[in-house]
């Protein structure tokens, strides 16, 4: 297929906070890169990301308690707008939590839909296979393509299901994040401190074990400050309970930041303590800016990313003792922090942009890939 005559369609939920959606506004820029034409479309009227192309804004036409008819009539927009502009392929990145809404997307919304791509973000089954992971097996061997973001994705979860033509395409990070830009926030300004950052979800984040574990590592007691930012609902809930701590007056919370990489870049290194994810951003935009990282060794995503002591540090078990351990571990050993800073922009070149952006040419320009 030549390039240029290529028509894309992303489908998401929004273009803000989470690492799909800049995930989704990422790609949109990569495929008008490549000579694509690009259409999204988002369900909710939220955009923190840029992207490229034409943009179809479902959210905008939310209005009062989103009854069943009203999601019917936008399956029946995203229906009409499909068949209208006649795409060659609908790339598409929303969760599929609900076995029989996806019955309704696979066999209306994209009815007559050639080239279907889901793109699979989390290794937790319910979020992507929903509670009928047998069933919903028959609707993605229906695609051309489901891209896994990492690996385990790939051979664990979905071979585990029968899912065939599933590739592993890893998410990209941008040389743009290298140059931040604004200003330090006045709160963090002369501080030491150590970051997190991310959905202020707590069942799928554990905020709380990253909070016990500064606790205990008592960082707190060498003027070392921990920052958690991020937006969501359990950040009142967090707040209180980073206030029952010793290390309390070293906690900050600071609010979603659509540009956090100057944040990112004057932080001591990063942590990543999510029980489940796909292939955690915050660990490529955290190496890019040749920031180390200190990560749970979870199922999916930070083995793919980090070398232990080259470019972060692995931590095996969920013990807040030893993620503690490793936490002063990463502030206090400077040859090995060195080291893994000096790593750690280098570490990750196979998932530059460009890399990337060559592996999804691959898959959209040639089908036998697949084979």
Request: with cysteine; net charge positive; charged share 25%.
């Given at each position: 297929m030549n390039g240029k005559a290529i028509k894309i369609c992303i489908v998401g939920i929004s273009l803000a906070r989470g690492g799909a959606e800049r995930l989704m506004a990422l790609q949109s820029r990569m495929f008008s890169?490549?000579?694509?034409?690009?259409?999204?479309?988002?369900?909710?009227?939220?955009?923190?990301?840029?992207?490229?192309?034409?943009?179809?804004?479902?959210?905008?036409?939310?209005?009062?308690?989103?009854?069943?008819?009203?999601?019917?009539?936008?399956?029946?927009?995203?229906?009409?707008?499909?068949?209208?502009?006649?795409?060659?392929?609908?790339?598409?990145?929303?969760?599929?939590?609900?076995?029989?809404?996806?019955?309704?997307?696979?066999?209306?919304?994209?009815?007559?839909?050639k080239k279907r791509i889901y793109v699979v973000h989390s290794a937790r089954k319910e979020t992507y296979l929903t509670?009928?992971?047998?069933?919903?097996?028959?609707?993605?061997?229906?695609?051309?393509?489901?891209?896994?973001?990492?690996k385990y994705i790939k051979d664990k979860l979905l071979a585990a299901y029968g899912i065939i033509n599933a590739i592993n395409i890893y998410n990209p990070y941008h040389n743009d994040w290298k140059k931040p830009v604004g200003k330090l926030p006045s709160i963090l300004e002369n501080k030491n401190y150590i970051l997190s950052y991310g959905r202020l979800v707590d069942k799928t984040k554990d905020f709380r074990f990253l909070i016990r574990?500064?606790?205990?590592?008592?960082?707190?007691?060498?003027?070392?400050?921990?920052?958690?930012?991020?937006?969501g609902p359990d950040t009142e809930m967090l707040t209180d309970y980073a206030n029952t701590t010793q290390g309390k007056s070293h906690i900050i919370f600071l609010p979603f930041q659509k540009e956090p990489f100057l944040i990112i870049k004057n932080s001591r290194y990063i942590t990543?303590?999510?029980?489940?994810?796909?292939?955690?951003?915050?660990?490529?935009?955290?190496?890019?800016?040749?920031?180390?990282?200190?990560?749970?060794?979870?199922?999916?995503?930070?083995?793919?990313?980090?070398?232990?002591?080259?470019?972060?540090?692995?931590?095996?078990?969920?013990?807040?003792?030893?993620?503690?351990?490793?936490?002063?571990?990463?502030?206090?050993?400077?040859?090995?922090?060195?080291?893994?800073?000096?790593?750690?922009?280098?570490?990750?070149?196979?998932?530059?942009?460009?890399?990337i952006s060559k592996e999804w040419k691959k898959l959209l320009e040639n089908p036998k890939l697949l084979k």
């Open positions: 890169g490549l000579g694509y034409k690009v259409h999204l479309i988002i369900l909710n009227d939220d955009i923190d990301y840029p992207y490229s192309g034409k943009l179809f804004n479902l959210g905008k036409c939310k209005t009062g308690k989103d009854y069943f008819y009203k999601r019917l009539w936008r399956l029946w927009r995203i229906k009409k707008y499909i068949k209208k502009q006649g795409f060659d392929f609908v790339i598409d990145h929303r969760p599929k939590d609900e076995y029989y809404k996806e019955l309704l997307y696979a066999n209306y919304a994209y009815k007559g839909v509670n009928k992971p047998e069933k919903i097996s028959s609707i993605y061997n229906k695609n051309f393509a489901t891209v896994a973001v990492s574990s500064f606790e205990t590592s008592f960082l707190w007691k060498k003027n070392v400050y921990l920052v958690i930012m991020g937006k990543l303590t999510s029980r489940y994810e796909g292939f955690p951003m915050v660990l490529l935009e955290s190496l890019s800016l040749g920031v180390p990282v200190v990560a749970l060794d979870i199922n999916s995503g930070p083995s793919e990313i980090i070398q232990h002591r080259v470019n972060g540090l692995l931590v095996k078990n969920r013990d807040e003792n030893h993620f503690a351990a490793a936490m002063n571990l990463m502030f206090s050993d400077e040859p090995l922090y060195n080291n893994c800073k000096k790593n750690a922009e280098h570490s990750i070149e196979k998932f530059s942009f460009d890399s």
